[in-house]
Every structure is written in structure tokens, then in C-alpha cells.
């Protein structure tokens, strides 16, 4: 052979060797993992190293923190950084499509007047101030009853019992003989004296006087107007001294009790009127004309007792009527007002989900005032104008902390095979090479999925019925959609080989 063709036979072995190792490089460039960049190979990286790193995770275990970079424990991967200006860290962007099957409902924070007002389930009450009772202050005998029963409405100066009181005859007979015989004044005076300490009337006496025979019936009269709310003779019945015969209630003027919670007692600090309405008439409202707030808790139900004085001209209400009672500060000011409903108590702090310009939903601490009606004031945490979620709360709440887990409510990957139909689960897209294969699970070296911000790794798939194809093997190229299973991680639903690769 001749030195010619010993040099081109050599240079043809050469260029084979090159290609070869090209081709190889080529053939295996997506299956490994992407070496993470350096920071001169990218300006990207420099500005990322500026940024505030949270904390690390890995995207298959998001509930579980680190606190400096590494690799994960769970899977063959790096640990992924959560910046403190990811939007994913304390939010969560949900679809329009998807928020509307949820029933996620919005309003606007608003500034508006408050009213403070409180209505409240009252009881009426006899006024105490109008109570009359009627005493003896002799003993004697019921002669005449002129009232009949308790409720009996009686007006002022009505006769109500007349006594029969023979104790008082003889002193009333020594005061007309003395005054017959022209006596001492001194000792006419003493005589009339001692009729004023038998509790003799002044009108029984002057009509002793002017008759000059001895008095022996007393008829009492209605010192007030109102009913008799208690009645204890009879006619013919025994009366002593200090004996309660009946008791007379004036209703032109009720009480009105009502219990405020203690978390509303601070509208009782400021002047406020009351406003009461009965079931019988409740367009007609009765206007309060003094509210004393009672030094008084009741500690089983843990609420301030408040007593209102009420005009009662028609005798509309009458003691044990329930009744509604609306209480309102006499001023009234501004304040930031959202609907109650979204408002989250949660024990230790109260949350409302706020939604900005972007479509990002995210829980904001806030500091509840008063109740006005179906909104709650908002003391500070979110200005008028801001838009919070009415509904679906506890569901953008579970999506924010669990944000790698549900990615469906994140992403809605573009593309025929991946876009699903309202309310179907988020498909993701990805491609790589099959290095096991274990009954329903295999594993596979894919490269950077990004609907789910995942980088290149190895890692094993759960494969759902039907998504292996026949003569899957070790080697073969392939591409495939990931779905959420049931219990949160992510599945294969389809595999469809690319090119083969492995031993056949």
C-alpha cells in the first residue's frame, strides 16, 4: 500500500472517531441533568444571587424547609430557593376559568359612614319609679273591695278599699268631748296630736269634727293612675298594720332590658339611642328617652345589661312583651368597611384574603372595630379600594401553603395535549429517557418541566393504568404528560416513545 492511501485511510478512521463521539454527545445532551449555570455564564444568575432567599425545598416535598442549599433527601436533585419576591411564597394565582367553578366570589374594600348599630331582642318591664303600694296602718276589716282583680285599670283618686277600724273610736271620742267641754287648747291640742299617731287621716278627722261623732271607716283612693298589678284582700278579710293591701304600676312609661355582648360593649361608651319595634307593629318604632347602661354582667352568657325608659302613651307594650331593640352611637364616623363573610377569625389572628392587580390572592393579617350591619371595619391591614374574597377563602388559604403540590390552580399549560376543560385537572408536559421499569412505576432522566418549575432530575413516576405502551424499555426516548393523582403527587397518564434505545 502506499504512503498516499495509508494517509487517507488513517484520516477516514480519524473523522469516523470524531463523529462517533459527536454523535454520542448529541444522543445523550437532554437525558442528564442541566449543570446548573454559573455566574459568569448568564447576567440571569448575577441578579438572582441578589435576591432574598426564604428558605429551600424540594418541589416534591414543598412542606418540608431547609435553611442553606444542598441535596434533597427525597429525590436525586438540588434543593430549590423560594425568594422572598416569588409570588408563589405567600400567594397563589388561581385561573379566571377555575376561580368561576370554584365559586370564588370578590367585593371592594370600601370607605363608608359607620353606624355602629347594634340590634338586640329586649324584654319590657314595669317601670320601678311608678310603683304605688297601698299599706294599712290600722287594724281593722275589709268592708268594701271596689276593685275586683289584679290588672284592673284604675285612674288617680279612685276609691279602692274602704276599712272598718273600730281601734280608732275611742280616741276620736275623748278629742270630740274635750273640744265639747271647751277644754284647754293645750289639752285639745294633745288629743288631736294623738289622733295623728293612730294614722288617723286628716280628712277622717275633719270629718269626725264637722259630724262630732266618731269616725270608723276609712275609704282609701288611687294615689296614681295606672292597673293593679298585685291585689292581696279580699272583702271581709283582716288587715294589721303594715300590711300590703295592693299595688298600683303606672305603664305610660316602661323598662325595656337588653343584653349587649361584650365584644359590642364598646358602643355603650358613647352616647347612643335606642329604638324599639314590637312584632305586633314593626313599622311603628318607639324612641328611647334615656339608656343607663347597668353595672351588671351576666356571666353565663357574658353580656352587659342595658335598661331603656319608654314612652308609652298607647300602652302598646306591656311587661314580658319581647321586643327588637336597635342601638346606634348618637355620632357617627368614617371607616374602611368589607362584607363579614370575609373576614377569617383564626384564634391567635384574623385574616382576609386580599387579590391584587395581577390576579395574585394573598392572606393579610388585619385588625378588626365594630360590626356595622353585614360588614365588619377594618382598623388597619387593607385600604379602601383593595379587592378581598368573599368566598373561597379556606380554599386559596390551602392552595397558598401547598402551592407545588396543587399546580393546577397555577398553571394551565398551552397546547393540544395539555389543555384541559374547565375544572379538568393540569396536565404538564415533559421529555427524557426511561431508566426503570417496575411493574407501575418507572423512573425517568427528563430535562426542565416548566409548567412546574422543575429543573433536570431522575426521578420515579407512579404510572397510571394504561399509560405504559407495550415494549417500553430501558434506553428508549420518550415523551410524557404528568397529572395529580389522588393523593397529591404526580403521575403518568401517557408515555409515547420518541426513539428507541435500549436492547430489543
Partial sequence: MSRRRLLMVAGAIAMLAAAATIGYGLGH?????????????????????????????????????????????????????????????????????????????????RRGELSDATELVGTVAENERSIRVLQSRVTGFVETLHVRANLDAVRMGQPLVTLFAPDWVPAQEEYLALRRMNADAALVGAARQRLALLSIPDDVIRAAEAADRAQSRLTLRAPAGG??????????????????????????????????PEAAAGLLASPVTARVRTAGSPDRALDATTVVVLPQVTTSTRTVRVRIEISNPHRTLTPGMAVTVTLAPTTRRQGVLVPQEAVIPTGTRTVVVVQDAEGHFSPVEVEVGHQA???????????????????????????????????????????????????????????????????????????????LKWPGMSMPFHALQGAIPPGLSVGDRVSFTLVESTDGEMALARIAVSSRGGPR
Fill in 29 to 109: 445532551r437532554d437525558v442528564l441533568p442541566a449543570a446548573p449555570p454559573t455566574a459568569s455564564s448568564t447576567p440571569a444568575t448575577v441578579s438572582t444571587t441578589q435576591r432574598k432567599v426564604l428558605y429551600w425545598h424540594d418541589p416534591m416535598k414543598p412542606a418540608t424547609k431547609f435553611d442553606r442549599p444542598g441535596k434533597s433527601p427525597f429525590m436525586d436533585m438540588d434543593l430549590v430557593p423560594v425568594y422572598a419576591d416569588d409570588t408563589a411564597a405567600g400567594s397563589v394565582r388561581v385561573s379566571p376559568d377555575i376561580a368561576h367553578t370554584l365559586g370564588i366570589r370578590t367585593a371592594i374594600a
Fill in 227 to 260: 292597673v293593679i298589678s298585685e291585689l292581696s284582700i279580699r272583702e271581709g278579710a283582716m288587715v294589721s298594720p303594715g300590711m300590703t293591701l295592693l299595688r298600683i304600676v303606672d305603664l305610660g312609661r316602661v323598662w325595656v332590658y337588653a343584653e349587649v
Fill in 373 to 451: 350591619g353585614d360588614e365588619m371595619e377594618i382598623l388597619k391591614g387593607i385600604d379602601a379600594g383593595q379587592k378581598v374574597v368573599v368566598s373561597g377563602q379556606f380554599l386559596i388559604d390551602s392552595e397558598a401553603s401547598l402551592k407545588s403540590a396543587l399546580p393546577r390552580l397555577t398553571t394551565r399549560t398551552k397546547g393540544p395535549a395539555s389543555t384541559p376543560t374547565t375544572g379538568a385537572a393540569a396536565r404538564h408536559e415533559g421529555e427524557g429517557t426511561i431508566e426503570a421499569i417496575d411493574k407501575d412505576e418507572v423512573t425517568i432522566a427528563h430535562g426542565p418541566i416548566a409548567s
